[in-house]
């Protein structure tokens, strides 16, 4: 984990438990995240053209908590998404592009477009 190149960050808390943000994707830009507080699942899926989705693609699942801090990275070409498991959740996003530069690569899908969320018993 490196912040060289990074030129933002921004934190994220959700008002509920089990609300999702998602899915967002950017072309250009990647990002870092890491659980500031509380616990999320994280989901990414890579898109080649936001104009022509993926029907069934290969999604990664990632349980980021603070009790067990990680940073997740987030290539360029992956729709993210978060999911809040726990009330005091604070997510924090490191950005290589300013907000300008975020703006024009911004791409915005239904938060069930796909659907990682349901949390498994094990």
Do not use: C
């Amino acid at each position: 984990f490196d912040l060289k190149g990074m030129r933002r960050f921004y934190m994220v808390e959700n008002h509920s438990v089990g609300f999702i943000r998602a899915w967002h994707l950017h072309l250009e830009e990647s990002k870092y995240v890491m659980a500031l507080s509380g616990t999320a699942i994280l989901a990414l899926l890579h898109v080649e053209d936001p104009d022509n989705l993926p029907v069934d693609p290969e999604i990664h699942r990632y349980v980021l908590t603070s009790s067990d801090p990680a940073v997740l990275w987030i290539p360029p070409g992956y729709a993210h998404g978060a999911k809040t498991l726990s009330p005091d959740t604070k997510l924090i996003f490191f950005s290589d592009a300013s907000l300008a530069e975020s703006q024009k690569d911004d791409f915005r899908f239904d938060a069930f477009q796909w659907d990682p969320w349901s949390v498994v018993p094990r």
